[in-house]
């Protein structure tokens, strides 16, 4: 997962680096979304998982924090990557920030609830 995220941030810099940005072809703005996606979320899951790891030492159930940290890692980089877009097209405002937040965490109580419906 450190390789991954390190392969994403070294693509974002790459394109940061040599890439004019208002004369970037689509191919080259896509790749910089998705090296931008796959660092953000292999970051977030590896400091999420680090995090636990720390705070939850005696009940620690690595399978179950491994796959917590990853869909949580996976849900913040979308709301990271669809802000950014908004952006880049002069859509973000302060309500399409919440309801990016809003339908992230309606996602997250989905799969929390699914869960526990399976495990009964």
């Known amino acids: 997962m450190s390789a991954a ?6 693509g974002v810099v790459t394109v940061i ?6 004369e970037a072809s689509l191919i080259l703005l ?8 796959t660092a953000l979320t292999c970051t977030i899951t590896v400091a999420g998982f ?3 790891a720390v705070l939850l030492k005696k009940n620690f159930d690595l ?8 869909r949580q890692g996976i849900l913040l980089s979308l ?11 002069g859509w973000l405002h302060w309500w399409s920030a919440v309801l990016i937040v809003v339908a992230m965490t309606a996602l997250e109580t989905l799969m929390i609830t699914a869960r526990l419906k399976v495990s009964e």
């Open 17 to 22: 680096l040599t890439v004019n940005p208002a």
């Open 63 to 70: 399978q179950r924090h491994v796959a917590v940290s990853f």
């Open 30 to 37: 896509v790749f910089l979304y998705l090296s931008l996606f």
């Open 5 to 10: 995220a390190l392969l994403g941030w070294g």
């Open 79 to 89: 709301a990271a990557i669809s802000a950014l877009l908004l952006s880049s097209q």
């Open 50 to 52: 680090m995090a636990r």
